[in-house]
Antibody
Framework: QMQLVQSGAEVKKPGASVRVSCKAS????????IHWVRQAPGQGLEWMGW????????HFPQKFQGRVTMIRDTFINTAYLELTGLKSDDTAVYYC????????????WGRGTMVTVSS | EIVLTQSPGTLSLSPGERATLSCRAS???????LAWYQQKPGQAPRLLMY???SRATGIPDRFSGSGSGTDFTLTISRLEPEDFAVYYC?????????FGQGTKLEIK
């Protein structure tokens, strides 16, 4: 079945970097943009950007410029989110999600990766 | 950036009742780019509606969406026990996606 499988929980110190992976299966990876969305504990959803697995291009809001990298490896159908300069308010569950361009919505989501930033 | 404001913050209803959730945008949103998601505790969000009024695959017809411009509504005609969750609206515009802050639908 179509799914996105994410990597396991991470604990990082302030100032460190984290890399979260998102492996796609059951569909053609290069046909769909992959988005990243995070959710701080008890809070709402925050969109972080997208990567185009076909071209490798990415786009994210100004807030994350300089701290976020979104890349993909088409040989293993995996997208990656890298976040640098971690702060305590980066503590959140990070989700990857597939965009269905015919719906302009995110139709398949990973289960999420908990990233905890603590000294 | 378009800001989405959802109301109410919390809605307390009983199974069998009708739920009406509101999503208001700070500027006009194309209906094509308005979606609703349901999230239960410990789970990822699930797509409910897209294009403001189209149900996603597998979503029962007690869920319906409507609206245009700056005002959108998600309606659940008769609440089932599994419908109690948090609901988020989402929009795409000017190359950015934003989510509303969510409405928690709780059992009264």
């Amino acid at each position: 079945q179509m799914q996105l499988v994410q990597s396991g929980a991470e604990v990082k110190k302030p100032g460190a970097s984290v890399r979260v992976s998102c492996k796609a299966s059951g569909f053609t990876f290069t046909d769909y943009f992959i988005h990243w969305v995070r959710q701080a504990p008890g809070q709402g959803l925050e969109w972080m950007g997208w990567v185009n697995p076909n071209s490798g291009g990415s786009h994210f809001p100004q807030k994350f410029q300089g701290r976020v990298t979104m890349i993909r490896d088409t040989f293993i159908n995996t997208a990656y989110l890298e976040l640098t300069g971690l702060k305590s308010d980066d503590t959140a569950v990070y989700y990857c999600a597939r965009e269905d361009a015919t719906k302009d919505a995110f139709d398949i989501w990973g289960r999420g990766t908990m990233v905890t930033v603590s000294s | 950036e378009i800001v989405l404001t959802q109301s109410p913050g919390t809605l307390s209803l009983s199974p069998g009742e009708r739920a009406t959730l509101s999503c208001r945008a700070s500027q006009s949103v194309s209906s094509t780019y308005l979606a609703w998601y349901q999230q239960k505790p410990g789970q990822a969000p699930r797509l409910l509606m897209y294009g403001a009024s189209s149900r996603a695959t597998g979503i029962p017809d007690r869920f319906s969406g409507s609206g245009s411009g700056t005002d959108f509504t998600l309606t659940i005609s008769r609440l089932e026990p599994e419908d109690f969750a948090v609901y988020y609206c989402q929009q795409y515009g000017s190359s950015l996606y934003t989510f509303g802050q969510g409405t928690k639908l709780e059992i009264k």
